[in-house]
């Protein structure tokens, strides 16, 4: 016995002084024969994603007729530890999509950057900023994702508003919101369970809430977490808790999708929602007729200041540093995100594409005040945070629901998590 | 599973040894015969180390190797510094982090619920064997659960237990304000270990019952001439003869309550609420899964690694110690 823990005392010191070895191995290139490329996405799978995926190959196809292409679909909750192996070991996908924001950049190390490439399709895409780092860009925007406020006019109504024009400063939305609590629903339908409630909230009272100049600070990287306005978000965020605007139980409700049924089913009034994918205008139509859904500015918070749309590259397909030909799969990306591929994608999944060309007249009004919103449009400030910090503030979030943290705590963690990272 | 069970009844004295020392005595014992063989074929004295060398390979391979692998990463930085030596440094972020803290501090809380774990299924095994009015009808709802994903229970209690679910209707109709099971800190982990251990305990009543099987009648019979009441009866008689069963019990419950409590934390809680529910695994999978830190994950399953591995010693010392006893 005394033997082996000297024995194992022996290679933990061992181990701890040569630390030889590596977590991730880069700089190795295989993977990926030069006639055929994998992709790895979590939609390819998705019967809504067929017509997408045809157009975008036929595209390439035209390009490189010798290359085949293989789609590879990962389950989603796996994605981002699959993909992190694959990163370790060095091998794995030649082009592979990415969620825009913390989860490209802190894979960075492991991707082609596309400048060169791309550089045709910077003026008709937009959303270009979330998959770059450093003044590089490193994937191809194929979706738009926002983060609008989403109201039911039905509810209105009932309360005795106009639909028309809902609250235009914090005073009059929380004095609406008194006036919905009496017609018996809740003013916002909240999932806080995963801690995504509070980046919601963040990036679509950001505009309002903080002054412009702020803003375009927070999103370079100089943030100043002890100015009054960005306490100011977290303060107005444990006001909608104490004065019981959201629906019960935010901290146990799974933002997708029992938040956002809880808007659907008309149970709350608002709801911080997306604009692709899920949760959005095409997922609430199914109860919500497009006459019903309307879409809000924010509500002013701070004097002075002017609402903009939140918005960001949603996803993008990226090239790995260990595919043999980035010119091809650059080529493979530039497909991915063709005006036609991303008009079917458009159309079918329900996504604001990345392509502000394609006309949208007929999905409903909530859509056209989206796309009409894009052209002002600032990024959202959540994505500019790091996966920690975004964490961190999940956490946070819920002890200011529950009323077991301080504003000031909170605002003096974040800035620690966030001058850290 | 099945050892439970047939390790008490061949019951020989020296059992708790049996699995380390057989092979010993063997090596030995064939040292007696290449005296008869001696300079004969060589074959024959390596024939145990070919034999045994699959078994070795494969431990050594695909546990030992990779076990070692991951201890060394842990022992190098992430992002930026990948692949240079870091020394401790993944460890002293570890134990600074409150929310690892947390993972720790819940696994404590784990082991001091260990004993409700076991005691529950003991005590619904030994209804089931006094042959309580419907014994046989128990028997197959208690294990019902045991088959079901940890993802689908999971997904039952997340609607029993929503603060607008059944749970809290039942409640408010007896004049109970509702609770928020899974949203309140103090509550949501007690919630999760119930789940598990109601999920779970249809395994543990199998391997109690098998146990039963093994038990002499005539002893509960002398002790109901006796006069001795039920509470006696369980006491005296059946917890000392099932004291193996038992014990295999809380190892097998441990393990189980260490290593395979994800799918329902994922699924309830994500950890939450306000990070209340951590444990190890979930942390290793946050980290390396979403936060891209692989090597301070792997020093978080070293950790764990160490954890299980005293956890497990000194459920071993026990076994040996009580085996001594018999």
Known sequence: MRQRAIWSAVLVVGLALTGCGSASDSGKSSGGSDSKLVVWDWKSGEPFAKSYLDKAKADFKKKHPDVTVEFVAQPFDQYYTLLGAAIQSGKGPDVMLFNGGGQIRDRVDALVPLDDY?????QRLAGWEAFGKDGKTYAAPVTL??????YNKAIYQKANLDPASPATTWDKFTAD????????????????KEGVGIQFWLSSMGSTTLTAAEYDAWITGKRDWNSANVKRVFQTWKETGDKKMNSDGANSTAMFNDSFALFQSGKAAHVMGLMSDVG???????????????????PVVTAGTTPSLPYDGGIGYAVAKWTKDPKVAADLVRSLSSADALKAFYADAGAIAADTTIDVSQAGPAVATLVSELKSGKPALHVALSSKTLD??????QQL???????DEVVKQLAASDQAG | MPMGNTQ??????SAGRAGGAAVTPATHRSGTRPRRTRGGLGAERYAPYILVLPAVLIIVLLRLYPLILGVNFSFTGDGAQNGTAVGFGNYRELFADPLFQTALKNVGLLVLLLPVAVAIPGLLATFIYLRVPGHRFYRSVYFFPAVLSPVIVGAIFNLLLAFDGPLNAVLSSVGVDPIDWLGDPDIAMFMVVGVHIWATFGMALVVFLAGFATLDPALLDAARVDGASLRQVVWHVIVPALSRTIQFVFVTTMIGMLTSMFGLLYIMTSGGPEGSTYLPEFYIWKQQGQMNRPALASAASTILFMIMLVVGLLQIKLLERSGKED
């Open chain 1, 118 to 122: 791309v550089a045709e399709d910077r």
């Open chain 1, 145 to 150: 994702q926002g983060y609008p406020i989403y």
């Open chain 1, 177 to 192: 919101c008194a006036a919905i609590a009496k017609a018996g629903s809740k003013c916002f339908a909240l999932g806080n």
């Open chain 1, 280 to 298: 959005h205008w095409q997922d609430f139509n199914e109860f919500l007729t497009p006459e019903k859904l309307g879409v809000m500015k924010a």
């Open chain 1, 392 to 397: 961190l503030m999940g956490r946070l979030s």
């Open chain 1, 401 to 407: 629901l529950s009323g077991s943290i301080t504003v």
């Open chain 2, 8 to 13: 008490p009844s061949v019951r020989p004295a």
